[in-house]
């Protein structure tokens, strides 16, 4: 999944949280099913614009809640090593120990837009039926 789509997961786990730790502990987790997903991964400008940006709508989505913002921090989290490290990367989904989604470009931008669309809907309802 793009950065933009862990951060949407992240948030949508960290409405859920009972502490900031664990919203952030939680979106990290939530990292590596989401790698699985297919997708196609953008450049590095476009990924951090819209993970930015996907992280202040999440986060007002939310009506500000900090479990919210860490939450969409931990999803993302892990690529940061994409930002700073060449070669062999240590996170598990992003390692030989399990491979990204294979990118399929018919589905790829429909199956984003799914997830993100229902992360936004799980942070603005479903936080009133917990």
């Known amino acids: 999944m793009s950065v933009y789509g862990h951060v949407a997961v ?20 939530a990292h ?39 939450g969409a921090v931990g999803g993302a989290l892990p690529d940061v090593e994409s930002l700073f490290r060449g070669g062999e990367k240590l996170f598990p989904s992003h390692s030989r120990l399990l491979r990204h989604g294979g990118a399929r470009p018919a589905w790829d931008a429909l199956v984003q837009l799914a997830v993100v669309v229902t992360m936004a809907a799980w942070v603005v309802w479903a936080p009133a039926f917990w």
């Open 32 to 70: 590596i099913p989401a790698d699985l997903v297919s997708h196609r991964d953008l450049n590095r400008a476009a990924e951090l614009l819209m993970a930015a940006a996907a992280l202040i709508l999440y986060t007002w989505l939310g009506g500000l809640k900090l479990t919210i913002a860490l």
């Open 10 to 29: 992240g948030a949508a786990l960290g409405s859920l949280a009972p502490h900031p730790a664990v919203a952030l502990a939680l979106g990290a987790a």
